[in-house]
């Protein structure tokens, strides 16, 4: 730890935290706290990319109909603006050569489909590039080749069964035999790097990429990709500073202004917990985000304030339909108590188990209870489910393993989430198949909660500038968490916040901090004054009517012993 200290003149505690995430060398810390566009390698090693390049830019030259399919979430919407920006670049007249399609969620379900194909084919289109999807779309392609249609899928999913589908050129670094060094892109990520590939050493290429590392970056952290990848942690970086210098895009400005963000820098976490989610809401509640590329097309203020406000009111009732079914999987929950290690509930559409939100309700049914759980909409005989998991617990390859025998009629995801449909009939078989696994894969303590703490901060140590020498430790995410610090002390004060929040002061003598435990008012009886506590959290900054002060965000509090 004193080496990097000295080496990089660094507070005791960055170094720590930079040990703990494995950064041991000062070459190392050293380009971790100084994220860069030149840490994302070269994009034209990547298994098929030169290939793919050579079709897109192919397609540009003889001005072929070219249409790019996105998924219904923030990363899928973000790559497919991010590559039609860049054939726009190009030259492209979008309106005549380039068009798009993102299918509906509730209509369509997750990912290719015959019928897209098929309209496709019906449109002329020549070239067909898929971003987030794709990957697992066998029949699909091949429907797409039979027509004479080149298919591009640029997806950062994994393979199901190691097969990437044959009759599309694949770009992905996860697929069997790719040696690329960055495997952990979003699908925006790739897109991003088609774009560079496709630019090459054109004049302002260099300007015109950074510009789309604004989009980019949310699409990126959204997705929930690691941040502690050289490659996504520069995406990010670059995308805030952009993104805090302001942007030319109407769009994306009117998008910053309706989350509250227009008179305030920009963080990481506002990436993830206002503007991300404000994207992925047209997905969830008009089932497509088409009109948040109509948003990113407005020509003029008025017309991307008025969009912007229609994404943002479908936020607020995205968030309304969540916290009621959050509350009905609660009390689920609690009346019928969950032996197995992988909750399962399930529940009708027309009852609020509405299928745009049961993914973020299984992540708070996480959040609070430390166990894998899988959230099914019922709608028309079908589960449309969505599963959220925990680090010991992969669920794709959960799913991969108990569903050989056709017990999905599709699925797909990552370690941590996914989505998947199945006969409502097969719900309990469901339940029996994926507990039986997590009992034979997960570690007896899997399912107990475990913290592990950077390191300890003295009450008159939480400062400014030690918050200011943390931030160099940004952007946190995935991978690279905010620095978990136990804090001591004695409650001094104690106060409940909008009904929701508890608020402790805590002092130990001359030094004074202020706590706040989001959502967790119920704890207030449990921490009454005069207790002496312990509190594992981080320290941030508070700004209020123009003046910063200093307070400290709990993520667990317990009496002292």
Same mark, same amino acid.
């Given at each position: 730890?004193?080496?990097?200290?000295?080496?990089?003149?660094?507070?005791?505690?960055?170094?720590?935290?930079?040990?703990?995430?494995?950064?041991?060398?000062?070459?190392?810390?050293?380009?971790?706290?100084?994220?860069?566009?030149?840490?994302?390698?070269?994009?034209?090693?990547?298994?098929?990319?030169?290939?793919?390049?050579?079709?897109?830019?192919?397609?540009?030259?003889?001005?072929?109909?070219?249409?790019?399919?996105?998924?219904?979430?923030?990363?899928?919407?973000?790559?497919?603006?991010?590559?039609?920006?860049?054939?726009?670049?190009?030259?492209?007249?979008?309106?005549?050569?380039?068009?798009?399609?993102?299918?509906?969620?509730?209509?369509?379900?997750?990912?290719?489909?015959?019928?897209?194909?098929?309209?496709?084919?019906?449109?002329?289109?020549?070239?067909?590039?898929?971003?987030?999807?794709?990957?697992?779309?066998?029949?699909?392609?091949?429907?797409?080749?039979?027509?004479?249609?080149?298919?591009?899928?640029?997806?950062?999913?994994?393979?199901?069964?190691?097969?990437?589908?044959?009759?599309?050129?694949?770009?992905?670094?996860?697929?069997?035999?790719?040696?690329?060094?960055?495997?952990?892109?979003?699908?925006?990520?790739?897109?991003?790097?088609?774009?560079?590939?496709?630019?090459?050493?054109?004049?302002?290429?260099?300007?015109?990429?950074?510009?789309?590392?604004?989009?980019?970056?949310?699409?990126?952290?959204?997705?929930?990709?690691?941040?502690?990848?050289?490659?996504?942690?520069?995406?990010?970086?670059?995308?805030?500073?952009?993104?805090?210098?302001?942007?030319?895009?109407?769009?994306?400005?009117?998008?910053?202004?309706?989350?509250?963000?227009?008179?305030?820098?920009?963080?990481?976490?506002?990436?993830?917990?206002?503007?991300?989610?404000?994207?992925?809401?047209?997905?969830?509640?008009?089932?497509?985000?088409?009109?948040?590329?109509?948003?990113?097309?407005?020509?003029?203020?008025?017309?991307?304030?008025?969009?912007?406000?229609?994404?943002?009111?479908?936020?607020?009732?995205?968030?309304?339909?969540?916290?009621?079914?959050?509350?009905?999987?609660?009390?689920?929950?609690?009346?019928?108590?969950?032996?197995?290690?992988?909750?399962?509930l399930a529940g009708n559409h027309t009852d609020g188990w509405h299928q745009g939100v049961v993914?973020?309700?299984?992540?708070?049914?996480?959040?609070?209870?430390?166990?894998?759980?899988?959230?099914?909409?019922?709608?028309?005989?079908?589960?449309?489910?969505?599963?959220?998991?925990?680090?010991?617990?992969?669920?794709?390859?959960?799913?991969?393993?108990?569903?050989?025998?056709? !017990?999905? $009629?599709?699925? *797909?995801? &990552?370690? +941590?989430?996914?989505?998947?449909?199945?006969?409502? %009939?097969?719900?309990?078989? /469901?339940?029996?198949?994926?507990?039986?696994?997590?009992?034979?894969?997960?570690?007896?303590?899997?399912?107990?909660?475990?913290?592990?703490?950077?390191?300890?901060?003295?009450?008159?140590?939480?400062?400014?500038?030690?918050?200011?020498?943390?931030?160099?430790?940004?952007?946190?995410?995935?991978?690279?968490?905010?620095?978990?610090?136990?804090?001591?002390?004695?409650?001094?004060?104690?106060?409940?916040?909008?009904?929701?929040?508890?608020? !402790?002061? $805590?002092?130990? *003598?001359? &030094?004074? +901090?202020?706590?706040?435990?989001?959502?967790?008012? %119920?704890?207030?009886?449990? /921490?009454?004054?005069?207790?002496?506590?312990?509190?594992?959290?981080?320290?941030?900054?508070?700004?209020?009517?123009?003046?910063?002060?200093?307070?400290?965000?709990?993520?667990?509090?317990?009496?002292?012993?």
């Amino acid at each position: 730890m004193k080496c990097l200290t000295q080496a990089l003149d660094v507070h005791p505690l960055v170094a720590t935290c930079l040990i703990n995430r494995g950064l041991t060398t000062p070459e190392q810390a050293a380009a971790f706290l100084a994220p860069d566009l030149t840490h994302v390698p070269d994009p034209r090693p990547m298994r098929n990319l030169t290939e793919a390049l050579h079709i897109i830019g192919r397609a540009v030259e003889r001005r072929e109909r070219i249409r790019i399919v996105g998924d219904y979430d923030c990363d899928g919407t973000t790559g497919l603006v991010t590559l039609r920006s860049v054939l726009q670049q190009l030259g492209v007249q979008t309106d005549d050569f380039v068009s798009y399609y993102v299918p509906d969620r509730e209509q369509e379900g997750y990912g290719l489909n015959p019928g897209i194909i098929e309209q496709a084919a019906a449109d002329g289109i020549q070239v067909l590039v898929s971003v987030d999807i794709g990957i697992t779309a066998h029949r699909e392609w091949e429907m797409a080749r039979a027509h004479g249609i080149v298919g591009v899928c640029i997806d950062h999913h994994t393979a199901l069964g190691s097969q990437v589908p044959a009759d599309a050129v694949v770009v992905c670094p996860k697929q069997v035999g790719d040696a690329y060094p960055e495997k952990d892109f979003a699908a925006c990520g790739l897109a991003w790097q088609m774009a560079r590939a496709l630019l090459g050493e054109r004049p302002n290429g260099k300007a015109f990429l950074r510009s789309l590392t604004k989009l980019v970056a949310i699409g990126t952290y959204a997705d929930l990709v690691p941040l502690s990848s050289p490659a996504n942690r520069a995406i990010v970086a670059e995308g805030l500073r952009g993104l805090n210098s302001g942007s030319k895009n109407p769009g994306l400005s009117a998008l910053i202004e309706v989350a509250g963000l227009k008179e305030r820098p920009i963080g990481a976490g506002d990436l993830g917990f206002r503007l991300g989610p404000r994207i992925n809401a047209a997905g969830r509640i008009e089932g497509t985000t088409v009109g948040v590329i109509q948003l990113f097309d407005s020509l003029t203020v008025d017309e991307a304030r008025q969009r912007a406000q229609q994404i943002d009111a479908w936020n607020t009732e995205r968030q309304t339909i969540q916290r009621q079914l959050v509350e009905q999987l609660e009390a689920r929950i609690a009346s019928q108590p969950q032996d197995d290690p992988v909750y399962v509930l399930a529940g009708n559409h027309t009852d609020g188990w509405h299928q745009g939100v049961v993914g973020i309700a299984a992540s708070k049914v996480v959040e609070t209870h430390h166990h894998p759980a899988l959230v099914c909409s019922i709608r028309d005989g079908i589960a449309h489910g969505s599963g959220r998991s925990i680090p010991q617990f992969n669920l794709i390859e959960a799913l991969q393993a108990i569903g050989q025998d056709g !017990l999905f $009629l599709r699925y *797909g995801g &990552h370690p +941590a989430a996914a989505g998947f449909c199945l006969p409502v %009939e097969r719900l309990p078989e /469901l339940q029996q198949r994926i507990n039986a696994y997590a009992r034979q894969v997960l570690p007896p303590d899997a399912l107990t909660r475990v913290y592990v703490a950077d390191g300890e901060l003295p009450l008159g140590e939480l400062t400014l500038p030690l918050v200011e020498s943390l931030a160099k430790l940004e952007p946190h995410g995935i991978g690279n968490p905010h620095p978990r610090l136990i804090l001591r002390g004695q409650i001094l004060e104690q106060r409940i916040l909008k009904d929701q929040h508890l608020k !402790l002061i $805590l002092g130990d *003598g001359p &030094h004074r +901090a202020e706590v706040l435990w989001w959502q967790r008012r %119920e704890y207030a009886e449990q /921490l009454p004054r005069q207790a002496k506590v312990e509190v594992l959290g981080r320290p941030d900054i508070n700004v209020w009517q123009g003046r910063a002060s200093v307070q400290f965000i709990a993520t667990d509090i317990r009496l002292a012993t």
